[in-house]
């Protein structure tokens, strides 16, 4: 290879870079967002092959008030924090629970969602009598209680939960001596399962839930018993970046708080998951 | 209620549903051929890229000499053994950070990552060039020694040899072995959702989990795997009749 052709291969190379990344602590002016894209209502890709959702137009909303240039890609759940922590984007919104453990390996802003976790069963099995209710617990102080009321109900049905997930952490610490577990690449998969009759309950986000039960196949199915926040869960559901980027963390957190007190998300939520999912303070 | 599953009544159901795999508005059916087309470009040029690499496993293998065989021995014995998943996400990530560090050093600090469709073809090229170099191996081998014999009788040189002689005789052999690989690279190809690439397998999930409707498009994305497996079988099997004619079959 002559050096002449070496230097042409190296600059189609670093042509091939994803786009201006965010430096540590440069003001950010460009930023690429990434998220699941297959987890309506909160992220979807629509008909028309458009990213859509809750998390979309918070997105946009966001980068308005931030005045900074945002591109929103799609990527698999399972690549999501590898490819952040690789750099080949800026900033995940993804339905993605802030925890202690992924905090280990990257930063979150604080949270702009705090969507409940809860079962979904078959409406005449024992737990689906309970019916939905509106009680949430938080996981720092009195859920256990409300936990040891639901262990009955669940003693030996088979639990699905979406792998990788804090909604597996959860079930696994607190039903794990009672109930079956059984993990799942994706949520569509275990509502699958629970509808062919293969498990019992599934255990995931309220408002993912509610959007799986809202199809006529899901008529027979109904979220029971409470929610559960706080705790493992952490603090709701939050934009992971990296954690060099501090100064994009400062100013993703001030949109978000701007977009928090002036009711933009509370609209936004409304909107898409039917329920008020604005995060205190 | 839900003691039994209405079956019938699901199937209705579906059919009710069948105008999301549409065209018009509102219907994801182009956005399934697209991924489907992807698919096929993917497992192409990953099968074509695993020619090469097969092509110089076998040489290797077949090789007297130590360091090639030993190296050829290597590459497929650790490309065929590592789960697939695996190694595309060694190229995935482990790629974008050499690449990075590279770029680094010469002064650019911005991220450098190869398109997920370049990962991807490199990726299936290395797996199914390790499973293409035993096929290659193997129909060398039965390539008949007389014919060896006879070619160096006609004064022909090394590369005639195995330009005239042994290799079309050889892809002979070869082809009901690359049928089975290539099968085999149309599955991994699904694989390759995992790194971000929107083929078949990835717009079936993205479509499954957009609607909330992931019986109707997994279902539609194996009737698609399943043509393409069709059409692309029938092409080696026309294949093995062409290399086929003027044989006698023992």
Redesign the interface.
Known sequence: MTIRRMAALAAALTTLTFGNVAHAQNLPTEIKIATEGAYAPWNFTNANGELDGLEIELANDLCARMKIKCTIVAQDWDGLIPSLTVGKFDVIMAGMFITPKRLETIDFTRPYAVDPGGFAVAKDSELGKLGLSAERFDMSNEAVAAIGKLKPLLKGKIVGVQAATTMLDFVKKYFGDTVEIREYKTTEQHDLDLVAGRIDAIFAQQTALAATLSKPEFADYTIAGPGFVGGLFGMGTGAGLRKEDTKLKEMLNAAIDGAIADGTIKRISEKWVKTDVTPAK | ??EC?DHKK?FA?MLEKLH?LGFA????GM?LLGAAGMTLILSVLGFALGTVFGALGASGGLSSKRVPKALASAYGTIFRGVPDLLTI?LF??GG??A??AI?RS?G????????ALVTGVIAIGIISGAYQAEVYRGAYLAVEPGQFDAAKALALSRTQILRLVIVPQLLRHAIPGLSNVWQLVLKDSALI????L?ELM?QA???????????LFYFAAAGLYFVIAGITGQVFRTAETRAARGIMHR
Do not use: D, K, W
């Open positions: 209620m839900p599953f699901g159901r999301l508005e509102g219907g994801r956005a996400y995935y990530y974008s950070v690449l990075t770029a010469f650019s600090g911005n991220f450098v990552g190869l398109p959702s995992v790194i971000g929107v990835r999930q993205i479509a499954a989990g957009s609607t909330r409707e992931p019986f």
